[in-house]
């Protein structure tokens, strides 16, 4: 663990101010379910991810789409990639872009009918044809569908990847 210098009280109801420069740093949102751990004298919060809860749900589906399309298929959630399918598999956990987040906060399908440069991480770009649908339960953007591919996605296959984001949208709101 790594000490913050940040020292906060216990109010009458028991709760602590998380400050807002460490919620910023850790992409924590007003809302956020967060798991409490306790180790010893020490207690431990963690992010939940409503896209990781549905993580083998998504990554069947995301296998079927892929057999379909031929295309390679990534999904993440508002922090990084958690399933992908024909590509990299060293990319999974990795932390997404700030391009991507900028997907995420947008809520809009990006689709490119030309090869363009995309940055998936930091590290990784790609340059092809793709699509990004968003992931959206209730009312919150939780993450994207990234499809990439070496031709031009049709209307078809459009149709199809915002089919599958239907149906995780679907799943997260069970």
Known sequence: MKATGVIRRIDELGR???P???RRNLRIRDGENMEIFVDNSS????????????LSYIQKIMEMLESVSNDKIIVTDRDH???????????????ISSKIIEFIDDRKIVNFDYPNQLAI??????NCYYTIYPIISGSDSMGVIIVLSDNKIDTEKSLLIKFVSLLINTQLDI
């Open 16 to 18: 602590i101010v998380i």
């Open 20 to 22: 807002k420069e460490i």
């Open 43 to 54: 207690i431990i919060l963690k992010k939940i991810s409503k896209m990781e809860d549905s």
């Open 81 to 95: 990639i958690i399933s992908t399918t024909n590509i990299n598999e060293n990319l999974k956990d990795m932390p």
């Open 121 to 126: 991480t930091n590290d990784y770009k790609v």
